[in-house]
């Protein structure tokens, strides 16, 4: 974006890989000075630069001046008199997950910026309004402002701006609400497919796990490989899921890999067998996990078989353990935890979709 300095000159900042970047031109645009970083610790993605009616220059960026880039949340306002040397300020516009700000100034003074919130569920266009002097007196705040508009709610259905929210100083005003589903699917936690909680199931057992051989030859443990959790919208509100690393097949006879899984069961190992059928005998005692769809989810389902062998539901909501043909993502490849701690000599075996975890 670009603005024109006092001086004449034109003064423009990048979004790059480190974050925001500056350069110069002193000709009316014919050359510029190499991009070059500049001290607003920032993630990599887009920030709002204008100059206002008043002759300060508008910067909305995520997070403060200093320390850090804190992602795609705490979104912010700042003021500069000096065209972009020191800022004063800080107003909270959303501490969520937000970004692509944009924004224009009234004749009155009053500022608006749209930007979008939770993209891959919400999908909410907010909008937040505000004069300079609330820029101003942020930093003296004791606590961020809380939302105005109180149809805004994280998971459920928000009420749409009033006249009154249209005309006043007011944070998280809905603007629109898109209703598509999210093709990328494989970076959720697939509540648009609505997971069940599985409430109704026990608690997770803990302990050490068991010792398990494989019956059938070839079959052997891989670690689950999960290098990030990932943070389902509203910021810092875990999903408990963890996104699978690339390449990790979920059986020996097809191509099928493994997509997400639940937080708790990263840096364990599963049972690497053929589609269809697994068995294992237990040869030191410990607690045994088996992934499979419920029996409502899939025909395929080894749920029955495995509470005849004593397995019960954990109590661990429904995960996309993998993708269907197109890394598409429907109902049936939810998948659900069962568990069941098991003696020296025990076996265990199942036809259907399964996953033995240790």
């Keep these: 974006m670009i603005v024109e300095r006092r001086d004449g000159s034109l003064w423009m900042l990048v979004r790059t890989n480190y974050g925001i970047g500056e350069s110069v031109s002193r000709d009316q645009g014919r050359t510029w000075t190499p991009v070059a970083p500049t001290t607003l610790p920032h993630t990599p993605t887009r920030f709002y630069l204008r100059r206002?009616?008043?002759?300060?220059?508008?910067?909305?960026?995520?997070g403060p001046l200093t320390g850090k880039p804190v992602g795609r949340k705490q979104l912010m306002a700042y003021l500069s008199d000096d065209d972009g040397r020191t800022w004063q300020g800080g107003l909270m516009l959303d501490e969520r997950s937000s970004s692509y700000p944009d924004g224009t100034q009234s004749a009155d003074g009053t500022i608006r910026v749209i930007y979008d919130h939770d993209r891959f569920d919400a999908k909410h266009i907010l909008l937040?309004?505000?004069?300079?002097?609330?820029?101003?007196?942020?930093?003296?705040?004791?606590?961020?402002?809380?939302?105005?508009?109180?149809g805004i709610q994280d998971y459920g259905d928000p009420a749409p701006a009033t006249p009154a929210a249209r005309s006043a100083t007011r944070f998280r005003v809905l603007i629109n609400a898109a209703t598509g589903v999210n093709p990328r699917?494989?970076?959720?936690?697939?509540?648009?497919?609505?997971?069940?909680?599985?409430?109704?199931?026990?608690p997770l057992?803990?302990?050490?796990?068991?010792?398990?051989?494989?019956?059938?030859?070839?079959?052997?443990?891989?670690?689950?490989?999960?290098?990030?959790?990932?943070?389902?919208?509203?910021?810092?509100?875990?999903?408990?899921?963890?996104?699978?690393?690339?390449?990790?097949?979920?059986?020996?006879?097809?191509?099928?890999?493994?997509?997400?899984?639940?937080?708790?069961?990263?840096?364990?190992?599963?049972l690497l067998t053929y589609s269809g059928h697994a068995a294992a005998?237990?040869?030191?005692?410990?607690?045994?996990?088996?992934?499979?769809?419920?029996?409502g989810r899939h025909a395929d389902s080894a749920e029955d078989s495995l509470r005849a062998q004593g397995f019960g539901k954990a109590a661990v909501r429904e995960f996309l353990l993998h993708?269907?043909?197109?890394?598409?993502?429907?109902?049936?490849?939810?998948?659900?935890v069962f568990q069941k701690k098991i003696s020296p000599g025990e076996r265990i075996e199942f036809q259907g979709l399964g996953l033995i975890v240790l």
């Design 52 to 62: 206002l009616v008043s002759g300060r220059l508008l910067l909305v960026k995520h």
């Design 281 to 295: 005998v237990c040869r030191s005692g410990g607690v045994v996990y088996v992934f499979t769809p419920a029996a």
């Design 205 to 270: 057992l803990r302990g050490p796990g068991a010792t398990l051989e494989p019956v059938t030859g070839g079959d052997e443990f891989r670690p689950l490989v999960a290098p990030a959790e990932f943070l389902s919208p509203p910021q810092d509100t875990p999903s408990g899921v963890c996104v699978a690393q690339t390449g990790q097949k979920l059986w020996r006879d097809r191509p099928t890999e493994l997509n997400v899984m639940p937080a708790a069961f990263a840096g364990r190992s599963y």
């Design 323 to 336: 993708l269907g043909p197109g890394d598409r993502a429907t109902a049936e490849h939810l998948w659900t």
């Design 185 to 202: 699917a494989w970076l959720k936690d697939a509540r648009f497919l609505r997971p069940s909680a599985n409430e109704d199931g026990q």
């Design 128 to 150: 937040a309004t505000f004069r300079e002097a609330d820029v101003l007196a942020a930093a003296a705040r004791a606590s961020q402002p809380e939302p105005d508009h109180q």
